[in-house]
């Protein structure tokens, strides 16, 4: 599991390294130094002209650090100070004294390096917090115009370190090295766009700096998955591997039941009942004939729908619903009286919505995967502020309901009521395609079915429904996947981290 840090955080981490470990701070700079010349040895050549432009405070130092550093194994540097020296901190004064001792060469003017095959990026690190203007803002607009590759040291500068946002003007970077832990402001759009390629690397700042429960997010890996899904025992049943109803698709609209009644199986639910339009009947029993099918018409037999729900181990609610006066009713009469874990998505949202208190009543574990929309009608905020704020509202919504919320995006975050959030770090935009929501649902459910709680099943389904999508967009290229070729993708998945 990653540990993913705020700007306060990480400045915090170094303060424990530094005087409760006893690690000066000279050291940390060179190695984190020594890092960012790591990367640069490894894609540029000695021919290359590298630019290093530096700012007030420790980004500055590091950056002053890696010119010396580079000049000093014949690489042809120069460096641009952004500020005036009565401004350095400490640290930067002591690598600007050795970088003057060793002759390493400085810019008076920033045009200077234009022609430059590199510029590295020092001006601020992750402790900027307000808008950038005046003298450093044309520096950064300048260095945009600049045709060199741009390499930001720990973040580019203009980028929060907290949320990723553009501080009046930021540095458009084609790679970022940072150091010890990802910084939210990384993951985050606009700030993961600014980033480029992130580059992680260790200089010796461990768990030991921090309260591991108390970081800003957590995001999964690989290695995480099989520890959370429970191993299939040689002597079980289907009945062992949860039974899931799944209340979805209108009429016309069967595909969305499909696919998050397939994704159930493929996770390895052992029975999925769809409970949907008898419309659908037919092309739902070619289509998945391993799913047991219950319908509705016109009218809602309310004994009936209480019997599947009586049925179900887990319930998926809302795919392909629609938000018409028959289904408003299934979705109010399943939200008072259901008794078991359930996802709700799409329409199942949309009626919620109407009718916000109906999660205040006492509940069993519930997760809500809305995308940008569907939070805005249930928070009644705008997208805009939803998408700058992801986490805070998020995290709010799942405290003041007691639910775990997935907020889908291009970076999709989990909210769990009261504990870490996590950040998603797999996926591509190739998933931006119709039905990869329903993919979503039927996967978490399918771990819920397994017994995995919803606040693992919600950020975990995340993490594994992204990896089929890079194993998808791989194979098709992105513009080309679909909701079913990130389903058939599952058992692989499974295949190779599970089994």
Known sequence: MKHILNGKEMHNCDETIINNFFVPSLVLMEKASLSVCDFIKKKFSKESYIGIVCGPGNNGGDGIAVSRLLFDEGYQVKIYLCCDKTKFSLDEKKQYEMAVAYGVPFALDLRELQTCDVILDGIFGTGLSRAIDGDYKDIIETLNEFMAYKIAIDIPSGISADDGRVLGVALKCHATVTFAYYKIGHLLYPGKDYCGDVHLYDIGISEKAFD????????????????????????????????????????????????????????????????????????????????????????????????????????????????????????????????????????????????????????????????????????????????????????????????????????????????????????????????????????????????????????????LHGLCGDMASLKKGKASVMASDILEEIPFILKEYVL
């Open 212 to 463: 591991p429960g108390k970081t800003g997010a957590l995001s999964f890996e690989k290695k995480d998955i099989k520890f959370f899904i429970p191993k299939r025992e040689n002597d079980s049943h289907k009945g062992c591997f949860g039974k899931v109803l799944v209340i979805a698709g209108s009429k016309n609209m069967a595909g969305a039941a499909l696919f998050s009644a397939k994704a159930c199986y493929l996770m390895g639910a052992g029975l999925v009942k769809i409970y949907t339009d008898e419309a659908n009947r037919g092309i739902l029993q070619s289509s998945l004939p391993e799913a047991l099918i219950c319908t509705y018409e016109s009218k809602l037999d309310e004994g009936y729908l209480q019997e599947q729900l009586n049925w179900a181990d887990v319930v998926i609610m809302g795919p392909g619903l629609s938000t018409e006066t028959l289904q408003t009713k299934i979705v109010k009469f399943v939200m008072e009286h259901v008794s078991v874990p359930m996802v709700v998505d799409a329409d199942g949202l949309n009626i919620i919505s109407k009718y916000k208190n109906i999660l205040k009543r006492p509940h069993m574990e519930i997760v809500l995967t809305p995308h940008l929309g569907e939070m805005s009608r249930m928070t009644e905020q705008p997208v805009s502020y939803i998408k700058e704020n992801a986490i805070s509202v998020a995290e709010e919504y799942s405290r003041d309901n007691n639910v775990v919320v997935v907020l889908k995006d291009a970076t999709t975050i989990t909210a769990v009521p009261f504990l870490q959030s996590y950040i998603n770090m797999s996926g591509n935009s190739g998933m931006a395609t119709a039905g990869s929501g329903d993919v979503l649902s039927g996967i978490i459910g399918g771990l819920m079915a397994l017994g995995v709680k919803g606040d693992v099943a919600g950020p975990l389904g995340v993490y």
